[in-house]
């Protein structure tokens, strides 16, 4: 007959209130993001997860992580629908439910496994909660890259743009982040579980990881001056649903442009999609903008769709007056999934023809640097949901830049909390790196970033205007930017390597596969 299971590997709760706990973990994880951006709520989120998975089968971590990834993603992402209805919102929420469901197996097989190999309650404080921490780290990052580009949107270390916390970030990047947060709430579990005050020894790990976190400062960049920067919200018809004639959003964004105009400029930003028109095949429009480069004796930084050859790109251009216009490019890397081009159409066509035929142009990935170089002063660029993709910004800060733009259009999300959630994104970058960020968009919320995260300047959603900053410049590398690749590889492939070895000598050891077996005696 085979033995019960351990105590360490029994369910802490029933499955039906690991469930209900599920249920409440996901809507609590999502309040510690804006607009509500309760950045504690972050713990007590993965508590409610990790909690509902210790000691569960394969089957039953798979129904607390659906539950739970449900939770979470119809309400967090629900602004998809202010436009596009449910069924993108179903979709996509959907698939990220599926997700965090199978990634939540390896947390639950963690729980089991590592206890029958480690039994000591030293090596379960010291190995399980880097582990779990680790295993969620790499669900991250898998869902932030597959399928297509993946939807790195809702990491539970971008929750912490407002907190205290955020510094981290740049030594470890925002993986390295949700890796300590994680950590900390495994960490405290095992303390409880293998007796909390009665084993005061037991709460090391837990308070060292929550020292780092809180005493650690930010890694410091060098001054490198100011720099003189207009960025113009023109709130014109730019959402895809807008009534518009044509060019009304670039009439928009001249208007809003004019305060600017006599004002001492180094750069003069406009959002992403500011021109309704394409300023490399339309003489008039690109006639506009030699006169506005003029008129602001400063280089302009304007984006448009753009085509060359057969291809369609979203493109941002340096534009300066009597240059060989556009005197520099960046094309956004990653084009939205379903937003601005369709993988697979033939096959979506037959799911939802109606949604996919509104989508008529296809967006080819750009391959030209996210970077370009403004008379001897490095910007770092990001086009809307670029941001949420690492290697983006690490390229730039790598590449030089000094300040970052990041150029969106948040018109098909208004009045929702997409443009909040955006704009927290943006500002964990600029902890990230130690620069500062000029975030500007069509239609709101556009605010200039400090290096520490701190707003400088902002203008309101929806709401015309222009703001002229004085932003910080600086040099230097974060650790964050020079090694958070392979933070993110020792974290993610690390446990993942190390989840399977710990499978593979427990089957050799005969003690995983089903609850350990007693062994007959011989003879």
């Known amino acids: 007959m085979p033995d019960a299971p351990p105590a360490a590997e029994r369910p802490l709760i029933p499955l039906w209130l690991a469930l209900v706990g599920a249920l409440v973990g996901g809507a609590v994880l999502d309040a510690a993001f804006p607009d509500i951006g309760w950045w504690p709520l972050a713990f007590i989120g993965v508590a409610f997860s990790l909690v ?112 205290p916390l955020a510094h981290i970030a740049s030594w470890t990047g925002v993986s390295g982040l949700t890796f300590l947060i994680v950590f900390v709430v495994a960490a405290a579990l095992e303390w409880v579980r293998l007796g909390g005050f009665r084993r005061m020894i037991g709460v090391v790990p837990t308070a060292a990881a929550l020292v780092l976190l809180v005493v650690v400062p930010a890694f410091p960049t060098t001054d490198a001056g100011t720099y003189r920067v207009g960025s113009v919200q023109g709130d014109g018809p730019a959402g895809y649903f807008d009534q518009r004639e044509r060019y009304d959003v670039f009439r928009a964004q001249l208007d809003a442009t004019e305060p600017l105009l006599g004002e001492p400029l180094d750069l003069l930003v406009w959002p992403e999609g500011g021109i309704d028109g394409d300023p490399l095949s339309n003489t008039s429009v690109a006639s506009t903008l030699d006169r506005l480069a003029r008129r602001a004796d400063a280089p302009l930084l304007v984006n448009a769709a753009t085509t060359r050859g057969e291809d369609i790109y979203n493109t941002s251009m340096l534009w300066e007056a009597g240059g060989d216009n556009p005197v520099a490019l960046h094309d956004k890397s990653r084009p939205v999934p379903m937003g601005e081009y369709v993988p697979d159409r033939w096959f979506f066509e037959l799911i939802v023809p109606d949604l996919i035929s509104l989508i008529q142009r296809e967006y080819t990935p750009g391959t030209n640097a996210p970077f370009i170089d403004v008379d001897g002063v490095g910007v770092g660029l990001a086009i809307c949901f670029d941001v949420l993709y690492d290697d983006v910004i690490w390229s730039g800060a790598r590449d030089g830049a000094q300040l970052y733009v990041f150029q969106t259009n948040n018109a098909d999300f208004r009045d929702t909390d997409e443009n909040l959630q955006q704009l927290a994104f943006a500002r964990m970058r600029a902890i990230e790196t130690g620069r500062s960020v000029v975030n500007i968009s069509t239609v709101g919320t556009s605010q200039v970033i400090a290096p520490d995260g701190s707003e400088i300047d902002g203008l309101p959603a929806a709401e015309a205007g222009a703001m002229l900053t004085e932003v910080p410049l600086r040099t230097g590398l974060t650790p964050a930017s020079i090694i958070g690749g392979g933070v993110q590889a020792l974290l993610g492939w690390g446990s993942i390597l190390v989840l399977v070895a710990l499978g593979a000598v427990g089957r050799m050891r005969g003690t995983i596969g089903g609850r350990r077996l007693r062994r007959r005696p011989r003879g």
Do not use: K
């Open 52 to 163: 509902g998975l210790i000691g569960r089968s394969a089957w039953g971590a798979v129904a607390v992580g659906a539950v739970f990834g449900a939770s979470f993603y119809f309400i967090h992402i629900s602004w998809i629908t202010r436009y596009l209805g449910p069924v993108p919102w179903f979709g996509l929420a959907g698939i990220e439910t599926i997700f965090f469901a199978a990634g939540s197996v390896p947390l639950a097989l963690a729980y089991r496994w590592l206890p029958r190999l480690l039994p000591s309650a030293r090596a379960r404080l010291m190995a399980l909660p880097p582990l779990v921490a680790g295993l969620w780290t790499a669900r991250e990052l898998f869902m932030g890259s597959w399928p297509y580009t993946g939807f790195p949107w809702g990491r539970i270390g971008m929750s912490q743009s407002e907190s």
